[in-house]
């Protein structure tokens, strides 16, 4: 049996939470490959080294040195390798890493370097081999990942290795460039490990017991789903319920790996199993979770008939294509459509450039543009086996005193979108979890 855990920032967030990973790995003879992130907050209000190193990098294109910023991320390092009393030449590779960020401006590899020397000091704590991300996964020119060629090189770096370290987050390009996932990639790196050395199980270390019913900022101590679909994943994670990257899945979708959440301060608590579809077990919920996200704009489209105007959509479509800009949702009717943006990803005038562009490309009776929408998820393939779902839903939203702005009802069944004013997020997601769960 081959087991590959992945660590995430809090789990690496000082020396204490590296031992205790560093014990977990080692309490089971299955648990061969570790991926690593780089140090998360120890505490509230704490920085998570990631975040400083892009800020170091802004420090570096203003200035041509690191600054302040880098200076806060060689402490974290230090004090880890001081707190496990290793004989690991922490003063040295941090010069030396800084030389590199001054010397290689660029912004994915200055971010690259937390995953890279918290993988050296895990390494070293184990005493087991480091795997370099760059030597191992290859991105294309385009930033996508080339899949076959990652899982190749991964192999092959692994193979015959009893247990390694491998830093996560990053790779390179063909030309030895860093690149990086998008934030939260190294649930990716862990799972194209899983998939490389064909493991039986990718377990996901994190600070919390599982994948939980909603976002447990927004509701204390909310219910624990034991078990989780793929899709059902997809859909949580890609709202906002940000325990595991969206993506994360696909490497080991194609190989059915199943992946096990767990909790890197409780680990005898059972956590959340995230199993194919396929072998899914149905636990009975009519719902199996929320998430959501705020900040989002909606470009709302009304014309008579336009049901029977051929190429409509069409042109709409082409008009997203020529600004290259990807809408989240397509909710639409009879005589409407409305396209789901995410706010935080338009620059300045686009909205306003992208009305013009519909109203040339096809002469809708009305244009509106809404701001400020929250969307919420509700996610479940028990949906769909139980009648009056959505009536509950929207009973419950309104009792809540709230006015749902959008709904967009995915083809699958196997989720229900809503989209309502920012500020009434918090309120709608507490409605929805007492409803379902209480
Ligand atoms: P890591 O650093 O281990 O990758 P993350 O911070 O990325 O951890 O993910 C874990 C966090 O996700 C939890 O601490 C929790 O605050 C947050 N979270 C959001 N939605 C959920 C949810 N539905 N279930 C569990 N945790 C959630
Ligand atoms: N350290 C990276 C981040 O903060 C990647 C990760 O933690 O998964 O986004
Ligand atoms: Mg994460």
């Known amino acids: 049996m081959i087991k590959v855990c992945k660590f995430g920032g809090t789990s690496m967030a000082d020396g204490m939470t590296m031992r205790r990973a560093a014990a977990i790995v080692e309490s089971d003879p299955d ?15 704490d920085n998570k080294v990631t975040d400083l190193l892009y800020e170091t990098f802004r420090e570096v294109k203003d200035t041509g040195k690191c600054g302040e910023a880098y200076g806060k991320v060689a402490a974290r390092f230090r004090s880890i390798t001081a707190e496990l009393g290793l004989s690991f030449p922490a003063d040295e590779l941090l010069s030396k890493t800084a030389r590199q960020i001054e010397e290689e401006q660029s912004e994915d590899f ?49 193979r015959g290795k009893r247990r390694a370290v491998v830093a996560g987050f990053y790779g390179a390009d063909g030309n030895g460039k860093v690149r990086t996932f998008s934030r939260g990639g190294s649930d990716i790196s862990g799972a194209i490990v ?18 939980l019913a909603c976002d447990p900022r927004i509701v204390p101590d909310p219910v624990r789903i034991r078990s989780l679909s793929y899709k059902e994943l ?13 993506e994360a899945i696909f490497p080991v979708r194609e190989a059915d790996i ?35 996200k705020k900040n989002f704009g909606v470009i709302f ?32 009717g009879i005589d409407t459509m409305s396209f789901v943006l995410d706010e935080s990803e338009l620059k300045e005038g686009m909205m306003d450039a992208l009305v013009s562009g519909i109203e040339e490309a096809v002469h809708p009776d009305h244009v509106r543009v809404f701001d400020d929408v929250a969307l919420i998820a509700v996610v479940g393939h028990g949906m769909s086996r ?3 779902t959505s009536a509950r839903l929207f009973r419950a939203i309104a009792r809540a005193g709230v006015n749902v702005r959008m709904i967009d009802q995915g083809s699958s069944e196997l989720n229900i979108i809503v989209g309502v004013d920012n500020d009434n997020y918090e309120r709608t997601v507490r409605a929805v979890y007492e409803e379902f769960f209480r």
């Open 110 to 158: 200055t971010a690259s370097r937390g995953e890279y020397l918290a993988g050296r000091i895990m390494a070293e704590l184990l005493g087991v081999p480091f795997i370099d991300a760059c030597e191992t996964v290859r991105f294309r020119e385009n930033g996508m990942l080339d899949n076959e060629r990652t899982y190749a090189l991964t192999a092959e770096a692994l």
């Open 194 to 211: 899983a998939r490389a050395v064909g493991a039986d199980l990718y377990e996901n270390w994190t600070d919390v017991s599982g994948f």
């Open 258 to 292: 199943p992946i096990l959440i767990k909790n890197t301060f409780r680990p005898d608590d059972e956590g959340t199993e995230i199993v194919p579809t396929s072998k899914y077990r149905f636990g009975g919920r009519t719902v199996t979770g929320i998430a959501g």
């Open 386 to 388: 139980n009648i009056g």
């Open 301 to 332: 489209i009304e014309k008579s008939l336009m049901n029977s105007e051929i190429g409509f959509a069409r042109r709409i479509l082409s008009v997203f294509e020529q600004y290259g800009i990807s809408f989240e949702h397509m909710p639409s």
């Open 31 to 45: 648990r061969r490959f570790v991926v690593v992130s780089a140090p998360g907050k120890r505490f509230g209000g």
């Open 234 to 246: 997809r859909e949580l994670s890609y709202m906002g319920a940000n325990v595991l990257h969206s």
